[in-house]
């Protein structure tokens, strides 16, 4: 394993659910041990770092984002000593591991909550925010607005009502209380000690609540994060912080901490933040063949520390959020990618990349190439690289949740006995055809794409480190952008459309250079100080210009 405290700028990202990926013990449940027998496939994908979603005891009400003991392994994925097997073998194979750490809010069945609603004067009434009414903070949105009408629940018990930000069965926990503040920076060394490699921090931008304000992003919350930044820089160096804040661009840049005007200056909160708003506005250049609203976000983006970076995504296991665009674009993305009211969920839109995408080869390529050049480190969501479906039909985000296919035997390779939730099985991505063991003995297959897309980004630092200047080629048809560092410059075009594009460029500075697409190893007549090209319908470059 490389040591270097910077290895996430130029890494791949993948994220697995467990209960999904693989079962071990026939239960028909993923677990840790079906996770570990798959390292080596993931080591063959070439993939950097894990992120696996929440693994600890829960009710499952929001799938393990509702912890009922932060301590412990849920029983369907295994035991802590599984969970350290996972970590060395993964380890031993070049990959690290992150974890959900989710600080917000806990189920109402940890033993916290339990105790906090029973009466006023509990012990751990201080650790949920209770209130005599429900009328406080009325400037906070509601985020699952499909199933939530207030973000306050009234507890019969006391007669009092309990704040949460998500379902009601996830009170928040209070970080007024400076015991909740320091016991979860207890948990964090918990599994920090265990040796993973950092963690996605879930929902971080509702840790506190100030009336007058939409308890977004609040200066106390940032200076919490800050703190739980120092206990890893002091303990854990090389330990990273990715922080899941659903926000807009200028919202986000203060994650990252430092100093806005000089990213000379080390960032002292997240290391990673999600780009949230880039990702809806990719599918919408993909279905308009217009790169207008990518350039407009990207120009929106500030620059960030040196020494974080930022995580771009197509999808994940969550909606495909549409909280980062206007209400018009919402509704036109909703119309353009959710035909089917069961498609929608909340904000957003519930369908994996492949069915959003018409299950188009060329606009699935199209699409990761632009994960794959865009400044940040990329994230691949556990199916994608085969193309998995998903099935609408299931409760809440559970259709794009389903059982990793790993071959065309019945249960896929995922389980021997009934999964827990159906195995796609259908004609267009049921498993007998969509699987890993037929793509990969397939040299034309996505997956061979995927890993290629995985080891020429490697290949190519200057896509993890170079900064990035947006072109103008003369048609909002072709997106393209120049990657470059002191020593390397990459020039990544994409034609939008299913019609051959024109595009020229301006590059005086790279007059007689001959481009070499470092994908396929083409090579393109020496450039004068302008350049005109012919992009084919969906047609990606990665052109090395130095
Ligand atoms: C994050 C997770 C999501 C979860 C929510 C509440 O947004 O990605 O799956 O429901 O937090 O914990």
Redesign the pocket.
Known sequence: MNTDVTWFKNAVFYEAHIRSFCDSNGDGKGDLPGLTSKLDYLQELGIDCLWL??MFPSPLN??G??IADYHNIHPDYGTVEDFKTLISEAHARGIRVIA?L?L??TSDQHPWFVESRKSKDNPYRDYYVWSPTDQKYKDARI??VDTERSNWTLDETTGEYYWH???AS?PDLNYDNPVVADTMIDVLKYWMDMGIDGFRA??VPYLFEREGTNCENLPETHAYLQRVRRVLDEDYPGAILLG?A?QWPWDLRPYFGGDENDPTVPGNEFHMAFHFPVMPRIFKALKLGDATDVLDIMSKTPSIPENCQWCVFLR???ELTLEMVTTEDRQLMWNLYAPDEQMKLNLGIRRRLAPLLDNDRRKIELANSILFTLPGAPIIYYGDEIGMGDNISLFD?NGVRTPMQWNAEPGAGFSTAKPWAPVIDNNEYGYQKINVAAQQADPRSLWHLMKHFIATRKANPVLGWGSCEFLSPGNNAVLAYLRQTGDAALLAVHNLTDRPQPARFNLPDFAGVTPTDVLTGQEFSPLDSSAALTLQPYQYLWLRLK
Do not use: M, S, T
């Open positions: 979603l929440p929001d799938d984002y509702d959900d989710v917000n809010h985020i699952f930000r998500f379902y996830q879930d929902a899941e659903n994940n296991h969550d985000r």
